[in-house]
């Protein structure tokens, strides 16, 4: 068997072809008129159709997401969008057209993210649909015959990708039908655009059809009919016995043209029949030219027996090439592909009209075959399809890519030859250069070797309650990228079923996905359940049913995954794999790539040949051959030896261990019991792959293997920004390049621990220093994988265009708890700098191998690895993922920033106790002016708080301490207060300190504490702002009945404020029944500092407002309240001498009439006690006599105020005429007469 077989030099990177957001499909009706008696002419029509994946069935899915057929057009002559991808489903009646360009230019502010769906009354035929590219518009044109051989010409400007409003143009005006009359009885079979305004067509009769469009814009075409015969009965009759081979319920004719073309001179149509000739006809004449068997047989005409025909079905029969310099004359060559001996034929035509001698055969010395049978290792195959790309100036560096099937099995292989070499190299060449291309980690092949897949988990009974399985089965399900939601959705749909046909509770619509797939799978385990079941038992029955439902995801996976077609970007030189719901470009392997791919002709003892010689140099065999033996030698190891690697590793990049490097890694080995694992056979297998001695083995060696794994840049800045689909690519190759690279580390450290006891080692190996190096790598990775399958919810644009996308859709989901779109954390984070790297130009397939792992070096190259992870972790705080910051955290380093940013994560979860533990351990280390924020951060702190740090543990305390407030943690914000004020020196920064005074204040209000408050306030310098202070602190101490605080403090000299404060609330009360007893806390803290008269007129002024007020509480006779007043009011009068024993009381001037009392107009009001004047009266001790009434003007009476003196003796007959007047209520001694006169007590 042929060493070539194993050599696979590139790789498929499949993307999900998917919607770019809900709203982003837009689908049109297009016209349909009346033909015949029972047609119903549909009228065209414009939807924007939502994001819905509630397909009931299977049925419904692969109308929807799987194409039927499909490909990629690349337009030459306008630069964005290039690429187009078309899909024909639902039974090809819908043809679906997007853009799938990798990049463009940075100053395009919008990106070609719409997918348009053409909606045809009746499906279009097989191979009779194409697209041009319009030169003098920028612009898509769409040809397609329908099964009733209408021709639709579609053209859809450049905005209808980008611009929705761009489509509501009426239909009618970009679609155009019309029934060319060429085709009337006829099958059309065969459809080529040669440009936006020429089409071939060929007929199931052998004829061609050439349409040239008119200029009048009507949509209508000259016809030219090529073939052979005139009109006759015959042609529109098939005669009995005559040969015809069926395809799509129509019998074609053996001289129908299976593939054609015009030559680059445009002057001939060439072809390819069923009968396997190539055939010309003159484009001007109509007449035929050369006519030649694909093979070069000569012509058997009289001989009987039914001659080869060639499979209508198969995709490609031929190529034209232009290529300069042309063998031995040669104006053009033509490529044709004979299926009849699996031959490649290169004809080079010299004039097509002559049938002898215009062509010939340009190496019929050699058998041109592909050797498939070897590589594929079968000999029932069929090429499907071919492409090749002519060298850059002639036939040297040729590519021919070909995919073949075999069964159920297809493979896509290329060569690259030179033409004009000699017959033996040509040989030689075809015979071993091939190679292959791997389908890559989505096949299902590899899915089945993927490690972390639980389907091939083979768990005994000590291992069940080990492994997390539902964690497990849920992290490979929804790993990004690896299957599609609608995927998932139709098999969670189909696995339903049998649950609602149980019986089974109804599972919540408005769950995600994840938590309707868990509770499905666990109430199937759960149907059989009676009483009590055995724990190892229902972990079997689990473990059966997410078995069941992967196999439902896998089928699905595996209908995506059909071949449709193989494209080639000829600007870029890169080719691409359609599948049903897959796009795949072909990238090339990078070195560990092609070691692991072709590890057996590594480890071969034989010198590699072919491509993979070519491409790994003899020095580097030594790096491939340890790379291959460390594989094997890890694979060898049992899975619980796995598991306890997996988890030391995670322990030993996690956590700063204080032990030597020796230590670590003898404390590693002994924990996964490396040496008990390892057999003699596996020993022995060990070195035969290396095929050395372990003790040959070299520190550089190891260090050369880890050099691989990372790019050389080289190049120029490109001024672009990454597509949607580029991202994804990107992001597709990355995560391969991220897995393969952490296997590859694993094995090296596995390989490492296990020689670190062997005995007579070479002098060049140093266990230690490699084991630090992978270590560190291996950290690099693990964060770099986290990232690469940790999906986000708040997105972040990658260039212009992205921003305004993300803007607009940040207005349309205002309402919606959801974002559109979901993205991966190293999307973006890095996303924005996908082109920040130096790319290469012309890298052809190499360019997202490149690209990719340039990409990923980016991220830890402009810093160190701890600034690294600290700026990934105030990203995701900025972007208010703080669970997924929660998890990143436990990569934080042991630095004082990375504390911080700990505090900030326990700050935006609640954790306020931790948050204040983290921000305290790193405010000395913050706030010193050696440290610089700059250095470790660009944008988490706001430039209004940067000046915060490094400038004084007081100005950071008051940063700290401001994150709180945001979070209303007064009581931490109270803490940090404190330590802001303890912190700052004497005299120093007075506006700092009043700053830290006034939160400390409002802290210690919103938390009351009381005390703090008080001595806050007191503190304070600023009058203003102790002076509201007060006020603050007197209504939180009565709201919150803590007046005996008020009484207890001395307020040293903001006494008579207070005074003042609680003399206006007492002003402002209208109602004494309700709110807080301000006269008599005003009376307590007159009375507590021995104002003993001023706490009598206090409440003076509340007897008066209650003996005047209408409450029914108030005249009650059980009710004490006046008489408590009384009593307190006559004590607090009894305290003082003789002379001072009374209050000035206000009352209006009709008031002074009918009351007793001196009347003294003018004054101070009474209330403000002894403070209101007594040595302006002396020692008055009785009221004087009424005066007359005075004579007021209208309106004077209830302005002017006046004062009256109220005497101890005077409130002691007013407290006995209250007492009175009690008893006799209470008795029923009611007088009958007025007060003051003589009267009879009953």
């Keep these: 068997m042929s060493q070539s077989r194993g050599t696979c030099l590139y790789r498929e990177a499949r993307l999900n072809v998917e919607p770019t957001y809900p709203g982003s499909t837009i689908a049109f009706t297009l016209p349909y008129g009346v033909v015949g008696t029972f047609d119903t002419a549909v009228e065209p029509k414009r939807t924007v159709l939502p994001e819905d994946h509630t397909d009931k069935d299977e049925d419904g899915f692969a109308k929807r997401n799987l194409a039927c057929d499909g490909s990629i057009f690349f337009r030459r002559h306008h630069e964005y969008p290039r690429s187009f991808l078309w899909r024909l489903l639902n039974n090809r009646k819908i043809l679906e057209v997007q853009s799938v360009d990798l990049d463009h230019d940075v100053n395009h502010d919008v990106e070609a993210n719409l997918t348009l769906l053409l909606h045809f009354p009746t499906p279009v035929r097989p191979f009779c649909l194409a697209i041009a590219e319009p030169e003098e518009h920028d612009a898509l044109t769409v040809f397609a015959i329908t099964t009733r051989n209408d021709l639709y010409t579609i053209t859809l400007h450049r905005d209808f990708f980008s611009r929705p409003a761009a489509s509501e143009l009426e239909i009618a005006e970009w679609c155009k039908r019309s029934a060319p009359s060429l085709f009337s009885n006829r099958i059309p079979y065969r459809l080529v655009a040669t440009s936006s305004t020429e089409l071939l067509v060929t007929l199931d009769d052998g004829g061609i059809v050439r349409l040239v469009k008119r200029s009048c814009g009507d949509g209508s075409w000259e016809e030219s009919l090529y073939k052979e015969t005139s009109w006759s009965v015959k042609n529109l009759l098939k005669w009995k016995g005559e040969q015809t081979v069926r395809f799509d319920n129509g019998d074609l004719d053996l001289s129908a043209a299976a593939a054609v073309d015009l030559s680059p001179d445009r002057n001939h149509i060439l072809s390819v029949c069923l009968n396997h000739r190539l055939r010309a006809w003159n484009v001007?004449?109509?007449?035929?030219?050369?006519?030649?068997?694909?093979?070069?047989?000569?012509?058997?005409?009289?001989?009987?027996?039914?001659?080869?025909?060639?499979?209508?079905?198969?995709?490609?029969?031929?190529?034209?090439?232009?290529?300069?310099?042309?063998?031995?004359?040669?104006?053009?060559?033509?490529?044709?592909?004979?299926?009849?001996?699996?031959?490649?034929?290169?004809?080079?035509?010299?004039?097509?009209?002559?049938?002898?001698?215009?062509?010939?055969?340009?190496?019929?010395?050699?058998?041109?075959?592909?050797?498939?049978?070897?590589?594929?290792?079968?000999?029932?195959?069929?090429?499907?399809?071919?492409?090749?790309?002519?060298?850059?100036?002639?036939?040297?560096?040729?590519?021919?890519?070909?995919?073949?099937?075999?069964?159920?099995?297809?493979?896509?292989?290329?060569?690259?030859?030179?033409?004009?070499?000699?017959?033996?190299?040509?040989?030689?060449?075809?015979?071993?250069?091939?190679?292959?291309?791997?389908?890559?980690?989505?096949?299902?092949?590899?899915?089945?070797?993927?490690?972390?897949?639980?389907?091939?988990?083979?768990?005994?009974?000590?291992?069940?309650?080990?492994?997390?399985?539902?964690?497990?089965?849920?992290?490979?399900?929804?790993?990004?990228?690896?299957?599609?939601?609608?995927?998932?959705?139709?098999?969670?749909?189909?696995?339903?079923?049998?649950?609602?046909?149980?019986?089974?509770?109804?599972?919540?619509?408005?769950?995600?996905?994840?938590?309707?797939?868990?509770?499905?799978?666990?109430?199937?385990?759960?149907?059989?359940?009676?009483?009590?079941?055995?724990?190892?038992?229902?972990?079997?029955?689990?473990?059966?049913?997410?078995?069941?439902?992967?196999?439902?995801?896998?089928?699905?996976?595996?209908?995506?995954?059909?071949?449709?077609?193989?494209?080639?970007?000829?600007?870029?030189?890169?080719?691409?794999?359609?599948?049903?719901?897959?796009?795949?470009?072909?990238?090339?392997?990078?070195?560990?790539?092609?070691?692991?791919?072709?590890?057996?002709?590594?480890?071969?003892?034989?010198?590699?040949?072919?491509?993979?010689?070519?491409?790994?140099?003899?020095?580097?065999?030594?790096?491939?051959?340890?790379?291959?033996?460390?594989?094997?030698?890890?694979?060898?190891?049992?899975?619980?030896?796995?598991?306890?690697?997996?988890?030391?590793?995670?322990?030993?990049?996690?956590?700063?261990?204080?032990?030597?490097?020796?230590?670590?890694?003898?404390?590693?080995?002994?924990?996964?019991?490396?040496?008990?694992?390892?057999?003699?056979?596996?020993?022995?297998?060990?070195?035969?792959?290396?095929?050395?001695?372990?003790?040959?083995?070299?520190?550089?060696?190891?260090?050369?293997?880890?050099?691989?794994?990372?790019?050389?840049?080289?190049?120029?800045?490109?001024?672009?920004?990454?597509?949607?689909?580029?991202?994804?690519?990107?992001?597709?190759?990355?995560?391969?390049?991220?897995?393969?690279?952490?296997?590859?580390?694993?094995?090296?450290?596995?390989?490492?621990?296990?020689?670190?006891?062997?005995?007579?080692?070479?002098?060049?190996?140093?266990?230690?220093?490699?084991?630090?190096?992978?270590?560190?790598?291996?950290?690099?990775?693990?964060?770099?994988?986290?990232?690469?399958?940790?999906?986000?919810?708040?997105?972040?644009?990658?260039?212009?265009?992205?921003?305004?996308?993300?803007?607009?859709?940040?207005?349309?989901?205002?309402?919606?708890?959801?974002?559109?779109?979901?993205?991966?954390?190293?999307?973006?984070?890095?996303?924005?700098?996908?082109?920040?790297?130096?790319?290469?130009?012309?890298?052809?397939?190499?360019?997202?191998?490149?690209?990719?792992?340039?990409?990923?070096?980016?991220?830890?190259?402009?810093?160190?690895?701890?600034?690294?992870?600290?700026?990934?972790?105030?990203?995701?705080?900025?972007?208010?993922?703080?669970?997924?910051?929660?998890?990143?955290?436990?990569?934080?380093?042991?630095?004082?920033?990375?504390?911080?940013?700990?505090?900030?994560?326990?700050?935006?979860?609640?954790?306020?106790?931790?948050?204040?533990?983290?921000?305290?351990?790193?405010?000395?280390?913050?706030?010193?002016?050696?440290?610089?924020?700059?250095?470790?951060?660009?944008?988490?702190?706001?430039?209004?708080?940067?000046?915060?740090?490094?400038?004084?543990?007081?100005?950071?305390?008051?940063?700290?301490?401001?994150?709180?407030?945001?979070?209303?943690?007064?009581?931490?914000?109270?803490?940090?207060?404190?330590?802001?004020?303890?912190?700052?020196?004497?005299?120093?920064?007075?506006?700092?300190k009043t700053d830290l005074l006034s939160r400390l204040f409002n802290a210690s209000i919103q938390t009351c504490r009381i005390d703090d408050a008080y001595s806050a306030m007191m503190r304070h310098t600023n009058t203003v702002l102790r002076s509201a202070a007060l006020q603050t602190l007197l209504t939180t101490l009565i709201s919150h009945s803590q007046t005996p605080k008020l009484f207890s403090y001395s307020f040293l000299d903001l006494t008579s404020e207070v005074d003042a404060l609680l003399l206006s609330h007492c002003h402002k009360q209208l109602n004494l029944s309700s709110g807080p007893p301000y006269h008599n806390i005003l009376y307590a803290f007159r009375i507590a500092r021995n104002d003993f008269r001023g706490a009598a007129s206090i409440l003076h002024d509340k007897l008066v407002r209650l003996k005047n007020s209408s409450s029914q509480k108030v005249q009650d006779p059980k009710d004490q309240t006046l008489a408590r007043t009384y009593l307190m009011v006559l004590n607090a009068l009894a305290c003082v001498s003789k002379d001072d024993a009374y209050v000035l009381a206000e009352v209006r001037g009709l008031d002074v009439v009918r009351g007793g009392g001196a009347a003294v107009p003018g004054g101070s009001s009474s209330l403000n006690g002894s403070r209101g004047g007594s040595s302006a009266i002396g020692g008055v001790t009785a009221a004087a006599p009424a005066p007359a009434p005075p004579q007021w003007g209208i309106g004077k009476a209830k302005k002017l105020l006046k004062r009256r003196v109220v005497t101890l003796d005077m409130l002691r007959k007013e407290y006995q005429a209250e007492l009175d007047r009690v008893e006799a209520i209470e008795t029923g001694n009611y007088p009958f007469v007025e007060a003051g006169d003589e009267m009879d007590i009953l």
């Design 284 to 992: 001007a004449s109509g007449k035929p030219g050369i006519s030649t068997d694909l093979l070069g047989e000569p012509d058997h005409p009289n001989e009987k027996g039914a001659s080869y025909i060639i499979d209508p079905s198969q995709s490609t029969h031929m190529a034209v090439l232009n290529v300069p310099g042309g063998v031995d004359g040669a104006l053009y060559h033509v490529v044709t592909y004979s299926s009849k001996q699996h031959q490649f034929k290169f004809w080079g035509v010299r004039d097509a009209d002559t049938p002898d001698q215009g062509i010939f055969d340009v190496k019929p010395e050699v058998e041109l075959i592909p050797p498939v049978d070897e590589l594929m290792d079968t000999t029932a195959w069929t090429l499907s399809e071919f492409v090749i790309n002519p060298g850059p100036s002639g036939w040297r560096g040729t590519e021919l890519w070909i995919r073949v099937r075999s069964g159920p099995s297809t493979r896509v292989f290329a060569l690259k030859f030179n033409l004009n070499n000699s017959p033996a190299e040509l040989r030689n060449t075809w015979r071993h250069d091939w190679v292959s291309v791997d389908p890559g980690p989505l096949s299902l092949e590899q899915l089945k070797q993927n490690t972390a897949n639980p389907a091939e988990f083979d768990l005994d009974a000590s291992e069940l309650f080990e492994v997390d399985l539902v964690e497990n089965w849920l992290e490979f399900l929804f790993y990004p990228g690896r299957f599609s939601v609608a995927a998932l959705e139709i098999a969670l749909n189909t696995y339903r079923r049998g649950l609602q046909r149980s019986g089974a509770t109804q599972l919540a619509a408005k769950a995600s996905l994840k938590e309707r797939i868990c509770s499905t799978v666990t109430a199937f385990a759960a149907l059989e359940q009676n009483g009590v079941v055995n724990q190892i038992e229902f972990h079997n029955r689990l473990a059966a049913q997410w078995q069941a439902f992967y196999s439902l995801v896998k089928d699905l996976h595996k209908r995506r995954g059909e071949y449709l077609g193989l494209a080639f970007d000829y600007t870029s030189g890169t080719p691409w794999i359609i599948s049903s719901d897959y796009l795949s470009p072909i990238r090339s392997c990078s070195v560990p790539e092609i070691v692991s791919l072709n590890s057996q002709a590594m480890i071969s003892s034989e010198a590699l040949s072919g491509r993979l010689g070519k491409v790994l140099a003899a020095e580097d065999r030594d790096v491939a051959r340890l790379m291959c033996a460390a594989s094997s030698f890890r694979k060898s190891l049992p899975r619980t030896f796995q598991t306890s690697l997996e988890r030391e590793i995670e322990s030993e990049i996690l956590q700063s261990r204080s032990l030597s490097v020796v230590d670590r890694m003898e404390l590693m080995e002994a924990n996964c019991s490396l040496s008990q694992q390892v057999s003699d056979d596996d020993l022995s297998a060990l070195v035969e792959d290396l095929g050395t001695s372990i003790k040959d083995i070299t520190s550089e060696t190891f260090m050369r293997v880890i050099d691989s794994l990372g790019p050389d840049e080289e190049g120029q800045l490109q001024r672009k920004q990454a597509a949607r689909y580029g991202l994804s690519a990107l992001m597709r190759v990355s995560q391969e390049t991220i897995e393969l690279s952490k296997s590859i580390l694993l094995d090296l450290l596995v390989l490492v621990l296990y020689m670190q006891y062997e005995e007579d080692l070479s002098e060049d190996f140093d266990a230690s220093e490699v084991f630090v190096q992978i270590i560190d790598e291996l950290k690099h990775y693990a964060i770099l994988s986290w990232m690469s399958q940790t999906v986000w919810s708040h997105q972040s644009s990658t260039g212009p265009a992205s921003a305004h996308l993300l803007k607009t859709l940040s207005e349309m989901s205002k309402n919606s708890k959801q974002f559109p779109i979901t993205q991966t954390v190293i999307e973006g984070i890095l996303g924005h700098r996908a082109f920040a790297a130096e790319i290469p130009t012309g890298l052809r397939t190499q360019l997202l191998t490149y690209w990719s792992r340039v990409w990923l070096a980016r991220t830890f190259k402009d810093t160190d690895l701890d600034t690294a992870i600290e700026r990934i972790m105030a990203i995701l705080l900025q972007q208010k993922e703080y669970g997924l910051a929660f998890e990143f955290s436990r990569y934080l380093p042991e630095s004082p920033w990375a504390t911080y940013l700990k505090g900030s994560m326990h700050l935006a979860l609640g954790e306020n106790d931790l948050a204040s533990i983290c921000f305290k351990k790193a405010a000395h280390n913050l706030a010193t002016p050696s440290f610089s924020l700059d250095d470790v951060d660009d944008s988490f702190i706001p430039l209004d708080q940067r000046d915060s740090f490094s400038g004084g543990l007081p100005r950071y305390y008051s940063h700290v301490l401001s994150l709180f407030e945001k979070y209303k943690a007064y009581s931490f914000v109270a803490d940090f207060a404190r330590l802001g004020l303890r912190s700052l020196s004497p005299k120093k920064d007075e506006e700092l």
